[in-house]
């Protein structure tokens, strides 16, 4: 048996270890986080220029756009880089203390890390361009992140046990992560969308995040869809969920 | 220090279930240099990592009454783009040890020279082992558990490891799994043999060698 101590020393070394390999031998690799987040933003930017669209008033696009897709990226970066913990961390197994979960907390935690450092310079890039932003509740944006960290922590841990069992899973789950980010309003507000298009994306708890990150941020953005504790009892149920196989693929795993 | 209770382990094979470990219960004796002596494939590297704890037995329980040591002597365990320097601040980490003292223990150790800050992908098998053996002497363990001594290193090498095994035998004792007699025969004090998913214990060395052989 071990304490909480030891799975301290083991989520924060693996963590630490994670900061030096996330992005393989390249020192410029966090600015990769970075300049991947702009292309995107401003392309979706540039591409609703050209076609007029138009963001709700006292907004401008980019920060739309931003507390859309950032979000959306930080679930689904974590999302990714969990479910892939095991699998590329197998020799850390041969020690005893650590274990699956160790290996995707580690992850969840500098991905989070990241995508909060990634928000927080768009934003302060912002602020100087366009003058200090009038946020309406910086606990509930972060809230909307934490949510959105969670989720993709906790979906990750899922699908890292999963491919434990079946290999081919982890293959195949990309695709479906790059499905949900039509469906999770991270370009339009939810509740302009219509009707049909409101029901299925509100079913989402991505798009529940993403909407609390924005109302926290923009005063007067109507979210009156979105609800933390729908998100949180997604979380729970794929910890739970994730956390039983997890001990069963500990078993399974073969070490070699 | 150690003891197991009908420890049970198989894989799944195309031809059925494989029984690697067969209701096995033993109680290790405490600071007693122990060998396990096994054919390969006759599943002590699995035995060894379920003593270890990193493999869990489909049935069964291993009661540890110390500090037991990951299996040593593996290649595993270490990131081939991280420096050895790296590796060994990782591994002082989770055990909780002093990250400096471990770091120069085992440059002084592992006789790496300028690979100590060379990622451990460019080093040899041997320099991966020397390493590894450097990092696990650097923590105090009561056990530490050793697969295959033999492929580690060259004579001189192997000398080293057994004087730092007998300058901390009063602490600490070995247990080591190995094909070869002569590996058993050069540090253990008692030895059982590996078959068919039992553990037969002898009280001599050299008993267990005239089994061993025989079969």
Redesign the interface.
Known sequence: MRGA??QM??V???L??ET??RF??NQLGYLWAFLEQGLMIGMFAGFFTVFGRVTPPGMSMIAFLTTGIVPFWLFRSTCGRCMSAVES??????????RPLDLVIARAVLEAVTYLGVMALFMGGLALYEGPPHIESLLRTFMGLGLASGLGASLGLVCCSISVFTPTFERLFPSVLRMIFWFSAALHPVETLPKTMHDIIILNPVAHAIELVRSGWFPGYDAHSAEPLYVLGWILVLSFFGLSIERMA??RL??? | MIELTEITKAYQTRSGSNVVLDRISFSFPPRTNFGILGKNGSGKSTLLRVIAGTEQPDSGQVHWGGLVSWPIGFSGGFNGSLSGEENCRFVARIYGADIDEVVGFTMEFAELGEYFHMPVRTYSSGMRARLAFGVSMAIQFDVYLVDEVTAVGDANFQRKCRNAFEARSDRSSVIIVSHQMTTVRNYCERCAVLRHGKLLVFDSVEAASKEYDAA
Do not use: C, I, M, S
């Open positions: 101590l030891t020393h083991v924060f070394a693996v630490l270890r030096k390999t393989g031998d961390n197998k020799g850390l197994l041969f020690y005893p203390q650590v500990r078993r073969e070490l070699t």
